[in-house]
């Protein structure tokens, strides 16, 4: 049934924005469109005020993160039609250059989503009312989910009982130089190398 409605709404999208859409995909039983990154307001605002889509709910704005891509970034913003009980996904590609439209005046919870992909990936959104981080540190250096940041971060924050407050100081990964015995008292080798009753 679902596929049937996503068939359909395809093919009426193919119709009324063809010009907008770049591809139509069906993943999972979901479906995907990509477009142009200049076209994502018009297209958002046809999907919600269009009375056969209905996608009135933005339910989240993400990012994924392609290094060995020109352009590295897939920003994907997922809606919801109430009406029709379906749920749509919009693609377009982006880089860390070019700012990608704001969507808050076409839904209004966009506006948190998009500072978390900013904070996040650092993809900047043009016309946003109040763009910065929202989940890491206002002085935060780089963007924790793009596949070249470092694992370990760039600073370690901690809390000082000395100094009595937080501080920041870089990362450091050394050990003391360290010698493991591999052979467990439990299933240690049953003959010793050179030993003489292998015979």
């Not at 477009?35 to 046809?46: G, H, M, N, P, Y």
């Not at 250059?97 to 043009?126: H, K, N, Q, T």
């Not at 130089?177 to 003489?196: A, L, M, Q, T």
Request: aromatic share 14%; charged share 30%.
């Amino acid at each position: 049934m679902v596929i049937q409605a996503l068939n359909e709404l395809a093919d009426y999208l193919n119709e009324r924005l063809d010009h907008l859409i770049t591809n139509v995909k069906f993943v999972y039983d979901e479906m995907t469109i990509s477009i142009a990154q200049s076209t994502i307001v018009d297209v958002l605002v046809f999907l919600r005020d269009d009375r056969r889509c209905g996608f009135v709910s933005l339910t989240d704005i993400t990012a994924v993160d392609y290094p060995a891509r020109e352009k590295r970034f897939d920003v994907c913003y997922q809606i919801l039609s109430p009406y029709q009980n379906l749920r749509l996904r919009v693609k377009l590609i982006t880089d860390e250059l070019i700012p990608v439209p704001s969507v808050c005046s076409v839904y209004a919870g966009a506006e948190w989503y998009e500072r978390e992909v900013y904070d996040m990936y650092g993809v900047r959104f043009s016309s946003h009312p109040d763009l910065r981080r929202i989940l890491t540190d206002y002085g935060f250096d780089g963007y924790p989910l793009r596949k070249d940041f470092p694992v370990s971060g760039f600073v370690e924050c901690r809390y000082d009982s000395e100094v009595k407050r937080v501080v920041y100081e870089p990362v450091v990964l050394e050990q003391e130089i360290r010698n493991f015995d591999f052979i467990s008292p439990w299933e240690g080798f049953v003959h010793r190398i050179g030993d003489k009753a292998e015979k």
